[in-house]
């Protein structure tokens, strides 16, 4: 009989194999329900827009995301973690200001600048609409990141995928988040935060499938669109 640890790679290859099966399974249906997808090719023809899938860690921002990009042609998914995860590697904490010398990076001043920045610059390069997935609970941050955006691109949308805190626990967990580990610790506050008016629109998640939450977003912006053109 094999050892655990001798059968893990096995293990992990079919558990890859069902979640890639369970992904196209999701994308299928959705193509089968939206019946407004061919609406959204507007898109292409126009100014680039700008996608903000925000909400707390666990909610399926980063799942909703990569489900939704096909659906809006000529587009790539910006995610603002990388550069995060950058300036934390180029400025030591040691030369942090006081404030910014937390465990988020969120709270260094140049993180929220050089996201509007280097966003605009990916626009004005590459002519692509940004569908960004990013936690943005904290309002100063929320606030300076929405309206640099809107500098660059009117048309914005903002969606802000909500849970209950059971529900997000439940959801990190599966994915293997360390029980009491940072995320963990950030949901609370996040599930609280993410109430409020200032964060529509509000999508509540728990119990949907991605597929279902895209096709939500996908008819609301498509929505949006013929308000706004009508």
């Not at 609406?39 to 023809?45: G, Y």
Request: charged residues 25%; glycine residues 6%; negative net charge.
């Amino acid at each position: 009989m094999k050892k655990l640890t001798d059968r893990t790679p096995d293990l992990l290859s079919r558990m890859a194999e069902e979640r890639q099966a369970d992904a196209l399974g999701q994308v299928i249906a959705l193509l089968d329900s939206y019946d407004g997808f061919f609406h959204l090719h507007h898109f292409a023809k126009g100014d680039h827009v700008i996608i903000m899938i925000n909400g707390a860690f666990g909610c399926g921002k980063t799942s909703t995301a990569q489900m939704l990009q096909p659906f809006v042609a000529n587009s790539l998914i910006f995610d603002p973690e990388e550069i995060g995860a950058m300036i934390r590697k180029i400025i030591p904490e040691k030369v942090r200001h006081i404030h910014e010398q937390t465990d988020d990076f969120q709270d260094i001043d140049l993180w929220k600048t050089l996201t509007v920045k280097v966003a605009g610059e990916v626009k004005k390069k590459y002519q692509k609409h940004l569908i960004v997935p990013m936690t943005l609970y904290k309002e100063e941050n929320f606030h300076y990141i929405y309206n640099g955006f809107k500098e660059l691109d009117e048309e914005i949308y903002h969606f802000c995928l909500l849970a209950s805190e059971d529900t997000l626990y439940n959801r990190l967990a599966k994915r293997g988040d360390p029980a009491g580990g940072w995320s963990f610790q950030q949901t609370a506050k996040c599930a609280e935060a993410f109430r409020k008016d200032i964060f529509q629109e509000h999508v509540i998640t728990d119990h949907l499938k991605i597929s279902e939450i895209v096709n939500i977003i996908l008819k609301r912006i498509n929505n949006k669109d013929k308000c706004n053109s009508a």
